[in-house]
């Protein structure tokens, strides 16, 4: 290894660990007081996800004792954010010059304080329950401490970013109220006291759900990842891509793309998923014949789009079900297509490039298999996984009805026999070694022994996704499972290998397992720290959101500056989305443009006739917010791709950038055609979604990379790019010929509701006052009720209406879910934000019109013809 590289090479190290575990390394007392706060704050988080506390309280009640050994949440909450404060302050040193090898006596201080201020829950719950509300002076001097101390460990943790937006909040927060009443952000809600119980004594800020989430979900799957990583599984995955994809055109960046969406699914950090995967992938790319600008934005562009690929999301989809209260397999059901055709897309671009550079993939060691032969045992394969998908689903559901009481049981001795099946199987192939990524092969691994030398390392994540989309088990409880299975593979993995390959079974084998399984203890543990502070400190911009209600008066602002063009306002909320995501970790910017952005959309699309559901709102401002890793001058992300390739890191984040267009363009689609989220759609259609989508995304890659099967002319861009939103969004040009809707009087209303169809959707234009007491517009919409007269169906929309010559207010609205003689009464008028006193000034029906997808055909004739011309001009030259 020659020097220079080896300097690039610890650099990159060390920008991944000041980011993720801390720049200090400690020697001596000090580095084991780190290591084992980190292993022990692992085992805490284990045994509060998982059975056994309630399982070991109800066996001391047995015996009469009376010991509470349940942790709940807000105690677990005050315990996580101690030992997060308590690793930051000695893990990373204050300033860039402040010493690296010893940790300074006020450092120590601060973790302690830290530390017992986080536990402040614990050591006064009583009192603080009492007083509820009404913080005293111990609380307030207490709390303020708190605040700044865990804006002090963010600050080391994860730089200035974040806390420079938490203190402008602060000061909001405090100063707003001596704003001038007529000023749109002014506010009546400033005092020290409410403050510090907002933000400490309460569970609306530091505290509040964001740090719950990191507590009850995230750490698991951050410590799943690390595990995952130690055991092996990390190296397996990009190998498994090589030997698959490396020979293909343009074969290794390919390759980098489907690995590092394969280490995305278990890594939270862009920045440590690109040092992972691109310190192999990079170097490859160039070997191909890519710029060091294209090989790096490559490796970006496939790392920072990791983060929305479900089931992990960067931690984000934790956030989200708690945040939409959403259950978490149907938020990956509506999260998986966008990513996947995101990929799909990426993939594509790397050919395009691949082909306008006439580049190769790298050699293979074996001869290429006929093409039907690989096409059958692809089938095969996909044919076998179904069928042991529906005798394990069927299988376990009739162990888990016939005894109940051994299931847990037999279900652990059939994967136990599994996993001794596959790692015997896993024995009589060579172990993968970790290859020098600063040696980069000039050839390809063989894929069949690549492929099954880790086949084992599938089994926990196999468990993990079964026990959250089939078990539908929280995703806490999933992750615990998955990581005691983990657990279980690390500790017996080398001894079952040596045993059936007939080697002697060592001490030192032994040993190595315990070690790794430490390792990855610490691992999680110091991943964590930075996490569980950005929650922390996105909890106090939250807090301040509630306490003000900003959200509500930014949309005021928002809608002022797009003047309600619809359009103009979600470029706005994309752009304030990109300016506060910037150098943010991806849990806390989603936090932040969240809690901000996503109430803006809501309100300003409901006063301009954009009814979105709010699955769409917060994935649209997250990929915008996750898009900040990518485009300079904060693209943490580029930087470390640039340091790879020795290229430019700005012309790396903005190679990065149009590759990501594809990532830009799909918010604002699914927003306007929520089918891309598969809301609301059956197989069948869903199936016609993801061909259309896929095609439209190619399409959509081919225009504006100037390139289909060979360079386009200008006017086949541009159709290019017009079939492409067409296969997105057929309604735009299905409206124009055919609309679906007809606009009434809304005296009309009653009546003309009887004629439609059940189920249907219909749009009201009301105009009324917002809580502040300011004229407003807005659209409301709702579903049609059954009912024999439209009267009926009004009645049990919860509304009643009045009329007053030519015109309908609404006189009264039922509470949403009331019990009315003891039957449950659900107001869609109310959810849908409907209120007496107001005025119905339109109504829209639905009426017959041709489905939509009918634009698709076309669409779809058209993008033949350019592909089959542009072979034609590509065969006569």
Request: charged fraction near 15%.
């Amino acid at each position: 290894m020659s020097e220079p590289k080896t300097a690039i090479y610890d650099d990159l190290q060390d920008m991944v660990a000041s980011n993720d575990t801390g720049g200090r390394t400690p020697t001596g007392v000090a580095k084991k007081t780190i290591v084992y706060v980190a292993i022990l704050w692992s085992i805490f988080q284990i045994y509060y996800a998982s059975p056994l506390p309630f399982i070991l309280q109800e066996w001391l009640s047995s015996l009469g004792i009376n010991l509470n050994v349940v942790v709940d949440d807000t105690k677990a909450r005050s315990i996580h954010l101690a030992f997060a404060m308590f690793l930051a302050f000695l893990s990373y040193p204050a300033f860039a010059n402040s010493p690296k090898h010893k940790i300074p006596a006020l450092d120590w201080c601060f973790a302690f304080l830290g530390a017992f201020l986080g536990l402040y829950y614990i050591f006064f719950y009583e009192g603080l329950v009492k007083r509820f509300g009404a913080p005293n002076l111990q609380d307030i001097i207490a709390g303020c401490i708190g605040v700044l101390l865990v804006l002090e460990a963010t600050r080391r943790s994860l730089g200035l970013p974040l806390v420079v937006i938490a203190i402008i909040f602060l000061l909001y927060n405090f100063f707003g109220q001596y704003f001038p009443s007529d000023w749109l952000i002014s506010h009546r809600t400033g005092s020290l006291a409410h403050i510090i119980n907002q933000q400490w004594v309460t569970t609306e800020g530091v505290f509040g759900i964001a740090l719950g989430v990191s507590t009850k979900y995230v750490f698991l799957f951050v410590l799943f990842g690390a595990l995952l990583d130690k055991a092996g599984a990390g190296n397996y995955f990009i190998k498994t891509a090589f030997a698959y994809l490396g020979h293909l055109r343009g074969g290794p960046a390919k390759a980098a793309v489907v690995s590092s969406g394969l280490t995305g699914l278990i890594s939270g950090s862009s920045i440590a998923n690109v040092v992972t995967t691109g310190t192999f992938t990079i170097p490859m790319m160039k070997r191909v014949g890519f710029t060091n600008e294209k090989a790096g934005a490559v490796e970006v562009a496939s790392s920072v789009n990791g983060q929305i690929m479900p089931p992990v999301m960067g931690a984000a989809a934790f956030l989200m079900i708690e945040y939409i209260n959403m259950p978490y397999n149907e938020l990956i059901k509506h999260a998986f297509l966008p990513a996947l055709i995101s990929y799909i897309a990426l993939v594509y671009i790397v050919h395009l490039e691949a082909c306008k550079m006439n580049l190769q993939g790298l050699a293979r060691v074996e001869p290429p298999k006929p093409f039907l032969i690989s096409l059958i045992r692809t089938l095969a394969s996909f044919l076998i996984i179904c069928i042991l998908y529906f005798a394990v689903k069927f299988g376990l559901g009739w162990i888990d009805e016939v005894i109940p009481q051994h299931s847990l049981l037999i279900v652990c001795i059939i994967l136990t026999i599994v996993y001794l099946l596959l790692i015997r199987r896993v024995a009589s192939f060579p172990d993968l070694e970790v290859d020098d990524p600063n040696s980069p092969i000039a050839t390809l691994p063989a894929t069949k022994p690549t492929v099954n030398s880790g086949l084992h390392y599938l089994i926990p994540v196999v468990v993990l996704l079964w026990c959250l989309m089939v078990e539908m088990l929280s995703p806490g409880l999933s992750a615990f499972w998955g990581t005691i299975t983990l657990i279980a593979i690390q500790l017996t993995q080398r001894p079952l290998l040596n045993f059936f390959r007939k080697q002697p079974i060592t001490k030192a084998l032994l040993k190595q397992g315990w070690q790794e399984l430490l390792e990855g203890l610490e691992s999680g543990g110091r991943n964590m720290t930075g996490i569980g502070l950005a929650t922390a400190t996105a909890g106090i911009i939250v807090g301040v959101v509630a306490l003000t209600g900003f959200g509500v008066q930014l949309s005021g602002v928002i809608e002022l500056l797009s003047m309600g063009n619809i359009i103009l306002m979600l470029i706005l909320v994309a752009i304030f989305s990109l300016i506060l995501g910037m150098g943010l970790p991806t849990t806390a910017n989603y936090i932040v443009v969240s809690s901000l952005m996503a109430i803006v959309i809501v309100e300003v699309g409901r006063q301009n006739g954009l009814i979105v559901p709010l699955i769409a709102v917060h994935l649209f401002v997250f990929y915008f917010g996750i898009m900040a890793d990518v485009t300079p001058p904060v693209g943490l992300a580029s930087f470390a791709a640039a340091a790879i390739s020795g290229g430019s890191p700005i012309k790396t984040g903005m190679v990065a950038f149009i590759y990501s267009l594809r990532t830009a363009i799909l918010p604002f689609l699914f927003i306007f055609n929520t089918d891309l989220l598969l809301l609301d759609v059956g197989w069948a259609k869903g199936i016609l979604v993801f061909i259309s989508a896929t095609t439209g995304v190619l399409l959509f890659t081919a225009g504006t990379m100037n390139y289909f099967f060979t360079k386009n002319k200008w006017w086949e861009t541009i159709l290019l790019l017009i079939l492409a939103f067409a296969l997105f969004r057929p309604g735009f040009f299905m409206e124009r010929i055919i609309p679906s809707e007809r606009h009434i009087e809304p005296v009309q209303m009653v009546q003309q509701l009887q004629n439609v169809k059940v189920g249907e959707k219909f749009m009201l234009k009301v105009s009324g006052v917002n809580p502040y007491g300011k004229p407003i517009e807005f659209y409301a919409q709702l579903p049609v009720p059954e009912g024999a007269t439209g009267e009926e169906r009004v009645k049990k929309l919860g509304l009643t209406l009045m009329q007053t010559d030519d015109k309908i207010t609404i006189d009264g609205v039922e509470t949403p879910k009331v019990i009315i003689d003891l039957v449950e009464i659900d107001s869609e008028a109310a959810k849908a934000g409907l209120n007496w006193d107001q005025t119905i000034i339109d109504v829209a029906l639905p009426q017959d019109a041709p489905a939509k997808e009918w634009i698709f055909i076309p669409a779809f004739i058209l993008a033949f013809l350019i592909g089959y011309n542009q072979r034609r001009r590509l065969k006569q030259h």
